[in-house]
């Protein structure tokens, strides 16, 4: 079960378009099961994947960064420039999966009715020199 809400969706094409007006790219969508965004560089070629986490806190105080380690092994299973953006109140922190490093543990969020991975395996990224920051 999918349980994006619109101002999650609303946070998550925030950020992406943020992220890409960096560098005068854009993005596509891609399905919901699979990672968030193929981005393309100005001249519309493929450059990296992207997902997209939110997190309803100032960038200050964001950490430790959180996400399913199920996600992170399907992003770099693209290959390509494999990106995580964690969509915070205040503007967006990312970095390239190859130059970060986590730690890995069981966590997650309590179980929702419907759901089956709430509760998973995790990766949590403390602060480190890999990761950028861009205000809204």
Same mark, same amino acid.
């Given at each position: 079960?999918? &349980? ?12 992406? +378009?943020?992220? /890409? #007006? ?11 099961? =699979?990672? $968030?965004?193929?981005? &393309? =560089? !100005? $001249? ?7 997902? /997209?986490?939110?997190? !309803?806190?100032?960038? #200050? ?6 996400? #399913?380690?199920?996600? /992170?092994?399907?992003?770099?299973? !693209?290959?390509?420039?494999? %990106? ?19 730690? %890995? ?11 089956? $991975? $709430? ?8 602060? +480190? !020199?890999? &990761?950028?920051? %861009?205000?809204?």
């Amino acid at each position: 079960m999918i &349980f994006e809400k619109p101002e999650d969706i609303e946070r998550e094409t925030n950020a992406i +378009q943020k992220f /890409v #007006s960096l560098f005068d790219g854009s993005y596509k969508k891609l399905d919901k099961l =699979d990672i $968030d965004f193929k981005i &393309f =560089d !100005k $001249d519309k070629a493929l450059i990296a994947y992207v997902e /997209v986490k939110g997190r !309803k806190r100032d960038m #200050s105080n964001a950490y430790p960064l959180p996400i #399913s380690l199920e996600k /992170v092994a399907k992003l770099i299973g !693209k290959r390509l420039n494999p %990106v995580i953006i964690w969509a915070c109140t205040d503007g967006i922190i990312y970095g390239k999966v190859y130059e970060l490093k986590g730690e %890995v543990r069981w966590g997650g969020r309590p179980p929702r009715e419907g759901s089956f $991975d $709430d509760a998973e395996l995790m990766i949590y990224y403390a602060k +480190q !020199k890999g &990761f950028k920051y %861009v205000k809204f």
